[in-house]
């Protein structure tokens, strides 16, 4: 089972840059899945997570009005959009799969993505 963490890059401060997250191996079209951040020299930071079938999405406060999470479940993937980017938001991102629990927490996922990194500079 692998997640395919994708779309990171170098991008100017107010930029966007739209993250990918494919699944192999097995479907996690029943799964909620979400994304998480980790900045230099900090922990990993709950991002954004969305239900199996898109109609629930929540948000972390620092990207609220700025991230999009959807998912396309026929192509098993996930995606994050992120607009209006700052430095603050330079960070590995991750996609991980939800076994139980809140979705904010990083315990509460059970499969994870390698990370893609997404650099803004100022």
């Known amino acids: 089972v692998q997640l395919q963490a994708s779309g990171g890059g170098l991008v100017q401060a107010g930029g966007s840059l739209r993250l990918s997250c494919a699944a192999a191996?097995?479907?996690?079209?029943?799964?909620?899945m979400g994304w998480f951040r980790q900045a230099p020299g900090k922990e990993r930071e709950f991002v954004s997570s969305?239900?199996?079938?898109?109609?629930?999405?929540s948000y972390a406060d620092p990207v609220k009005g700025r991230f999009t999470i959807s998912r396309d479940n026929a192509k098993n993937t996930v995606y994050l959009r992120m607009n209006s980017l700052s430095p603050e938001d330079t960070a590995v991102y991750y996609c991980?799969?939800?076994?139980?629990?809140?979705?904010?927490?990083?315990?509460?996922?059970?499969?994870w993505g390698q990370g893609t990194l997404v650099t803004v500079s100022s």
């Open positions: 991980a799969a939800h076994r139980s629990g809140s979705v904010d927490y990083i315990s509460s996922y059970n499969y």
């Open positions: 969305i239900s199996w079938r898109g109609d629930r999405t």
């Open positions: 191996g097995r479907t996690f079209s029943n799964n909620y």
